[in-house]
DNA sequence: CTGTGACTTTTAGTCCGTT
DNA sequence: AAACGGACTAAAAGTCACA
């Protein structure tokens, strides 16, 4: 059982659905209307985000806002 | 339709949830850790609330994080 | 028990860089 | 393209008195 926090969760969840996508953390900023340097710290899940700000990761994102955040599903057959 | 902000699907839920546990915003408050005006400010879509403040509330609700930020089900059977 | 405005402290989020 | 740091500003966390 992993050590689990909020911020790896979304952290890994941003990273990989962000590579699925071709984007990048650059790219992905700029739709969010964020900064570059801010998504790079989220994905190193050193940041605790705002709601909105979470929101507005999944619309750039293209995803329900519930992806983020959803727990790593280990095992999925 | 609706102008449905993250704020407003959170308050909605949260509230929602916690009145089908029968708890109160004080009773609430105390099992996350929280102050009683802090849950009444968030349950009036006040509060932009951050990750790991989310993630408690869920704990202390008993409900996944997720089931917080899932937008309201219009067309429930 | 809950709503609300005002308030201080802490942190989210920006922007400048270098590696 | 991405990790990382410092300094800064905007906003969230957290509390209180009173309705």
Chains 1, 2 share one sequence.
């Not at 979304?10 to 990048?24: E, F, Q």
Request: proline share 5%.
């Amino acid at each position: 059982m992993p050590s689990t926090t909020p911020k790896k969760i979304l952290a890994a969840n941003v990273r990989r659905i962000r590579n699925s996508t071709g984007l990048s953390q650059e790219a992905l900023a700029d739709r969010a209307g964020m900064h570059r340097t801010y998504i790079s710290s989220v994905e190193r899940a050193e940041r605790n985000v705002s709601l909105e700000t979470l929101f507005a990761i999944a619309v750039a994102l293209g995803v329900d806002p519930t992806e983020l955040i959803a727990a790593p599903d280990d095992g999925e057959v």
